[in-house]
């Protein structure tokens, strides 16, 4: 682990720098800025990387972890959480990460999302919302917004969009909350708190595409988009003290749910020890 006193160096310490950079990202996405909060929030709580497996699927998002020099699995597309799920029930005493995005998530991978919400297996997710598809060519996503442009939505995006957050809750993690590529001190402390929630912990974070998002709906750059963020983003505390017109418009970020509930792998190694007695006893 780098120390405090070290923290020049926190990029060389987890990063694979001689063999995976430059990376693929274009020029000002939010991938790095989720990917550098990841690093800050591991070297801070001192987990052995060793002891630190990090899981995706595919997409633009789905290459962070090529670049980590941690246990990794770059697997195949929407099945992020299947292959994390089985890291896992492996290797329970491993903090198992898993990085995703919306499409890779929600559209091929969802009945996995649904499921591991609802079987509750520890795992922290950093789902990386841009809104599209940004790697295979701007197609719109289950989080695209309605009326949005996209290469497959030329006329505009007519299908509603998934809330992850109310999707999440509803199937059964017991950690939920959404931070943003702008609120990065915030989007720390809330992978900070994934990562030590016994049970899965969703954790959405918004980002921008400005190379195909930003450009078909005219919501300018990168910086223009980050900025975006920092308008519209709530707090969730300063969101429960407005009147619902006051929130036309704005997205509420911060902790959003938290419960206590039976965690998959333990439920898992109870039946093992009961069955073990019962033979036993035989």
């Given at each position: 682990m780098a120390t405090q006193g070290q923290r020049s160096d926190i990029t060389h310490h987890y990063l694979r720098a001689k063999k995976k950079f430059p990376n693929v990202w274009c020029?000002?996405?939010?991938?790095?800025?989720?990917?550098?909060?990841?690093?800050?929030?591991?070297d801070r709580m001192g987990l052995d990387k060793d002891n630190v497996a990090v899981v995706s699927g595919i997409g633009c998002s789905s290459r962070l972890p090529v670049y980590l020099d941690f246990n990794t699995l770059h697997t195949t597309h929407g099945r992020a959480l299947a292959f994390a799920t089985g890291v896992k029930m492996a290797k329970p005493h491993m903090k198992v990460i898993?990085?995703?995005?919306?499409?890779?998530a929600l559209a091929i991978g969802g009945n996995h999302f649904i499921h591991a919400c609802r079987r509750n297996i520890d795992l922290t997710t950093i789902l990386i919302n841009n809104r599209i598809y940004g790697m295979t060519g701007g197609q719109?996503?289950?989080?695209?917004?309605?009326?949005?442009?996209?290469?497959?939505?030329?006329?505009?995006?007519?299908?509603?969009?998934?809330d992850i957050v109310k999707l999440a809750v509803a199937a059964g993690a017991s950690y939920v909350a959404r931070g943003t590529?702008?609120?990065?001190?915030?989007?720390?402390?809330?992978?900070?708190g994934g990562i030590n929630k016994k049970g899965l912990a969703i954790i959405e974070a918004f980002s921008n595409c400005h190379t195909y998002y930003g450009r078909m709906n005219r919501e300018g750059d990168a910086v223009a988009m980050i900025s975006w963020?920092?308008?519209?983003?709530?707090?969730i505390q300063a969101a429960a003290k407005l009147p619902p017109e006051k929130m036309v418009g704005k997205f509420v970020t911060g902790l959003i749910h938290e419960t206590e509930a039976s965690e998959f792998c333990e439920e898992y190694q109870k039946l093992i020890d009961r069955l073990a007695v019962k033979e036993e006893g035989k």
């Open positions: 020029a000002g996405c939010g991938n790095g800025i989720v990917m550098g909060a990841l690093i800050r929030t591991i898993v990085i995703t995005g919306d499409g890779d719109f996503s289950p989080t695209t917004t309605g009326g949005a442009y996209a290469t497959t939505a030329p006329y505009g995006n007519y299908e509603k969009q998934f590529v702008y609120h990065v001190q915030q989007l720390e402390k809330l992978i900070e963020m920092k308008d519209h983003a709530m707090p």
